[in-house]
């Protein structure tokens, strides 16, 4: 089983503020997925990501694939409260592909 | 489109009671992922369907757990007897063009006490 890590695990900042979130493990994946899920919903994929160093943006979103495809970076530039959620990243590799999640990292902003 | 429609969303009962979760996946998926979420091991794989046959059900926790897909419209995830550490938020998800989970239901809380 591929193990992915997220860090941090928890994060609060105040609007307007920058934040990168991480998700890195030791196996190399074939694509990687980003979610967000908010309280009371199912996750929503945001981006998939399938090229080393391939480099995403989804309005103030950036999200980033590592060179050797075991690593990914969320980059969140003038947080609002809007964003406010569990970010979830998940990747899996090979013919079959069904994707391992991480734990995610939940994020408040307050206003 | 009215996406994965879960039921119930919500579901408390008493332990060895028998659960029955329902998923309706998007029109024309034969595909369908089964999830259980909770805060010490987050989101867990249980079972993978593809053409409404099990590809993968080695997330099944034990034999108290089973699932069908009968056709490409319905899905079920049965717990009997049920124990209160089945608790947790269980969703089922349609695939994306890449064949990831991609439409995620609103999920079904279930508490057992």
């Known amino acids: 089983t591929q193990l992915l890590e997220q860090s941090p695990q928890f994060l609060s900042i105040q609007e307007g503020e920058n934040l990168t979130v991480y998700c890195n493990s030791s196996?190399?994946?074939?694509?990687l997925q980003w979610y967000r899920q908010e309280p009371g919903e199912g996750p929503v994929l945001l981006v998939t990501?399938?090229?080393?160093?391939e480099v995403k943006k989804l309005k103030r979103l950036t999200f980033q694939f590592g060179d050797a495809r075991k690593d990914s970076s969320l980059h969140i530039t003038a947080a609002q409260p809007g964003d406010t959620g569990l970010y979830l990243c998940?990747?899996?590799?090979?013919?079959?592909?069904?994707?391992?999640f991480g734990r995610g990292t939940s994020l408040i902003v307050h206003p | 489109d009215a996406g994965v429609i879960q039921s119930p969303r919500h579901e408390v009962t008493e332990m060895g009671q028998e659960v029955t979760l329902r998923c309706k996946p998007i029109?024309?998926?034969?595909?369908l992922f089964w999830y259980r979420q909770t805060m010490m091991r987050g989101l867990e794989l249980l079972i993978y369907?593809?053409?409404?046959?099990?590809?993968?059900d080695s997330g099944m926790p034990e034999d108290r757990f089973s699932a069908k897909m009968p056709n490409a419209s319905f899905s079920t995830l049965k717990i009997q007897p049920s124990e209160p550490r089945d608790s947790a938020v269980y969703f089922c998800?349609?695939?994306?063009?890449?064949?990831?989970?991609?439409?995620f239901g609103d999920g079904t809380r279930l508490s057992i006490l």
């Open positions: 196996s190399v994946f074939s694509s």
């Open positions: 990501v399938v090229t080393g160093g």
């Open positions: 029109s024309g998926h034969n595909s």
């Open positions: 369907f593809n053409n409404n046959v099990p590809i993968d």
């Open positions: 998800a349609s695939p994306g063009a890449s064949n990831q989970p991609q439409h």
């Open positions: 998940a990747g899996g590799s090979g013919g079959s592909y069904i994707p391992t």
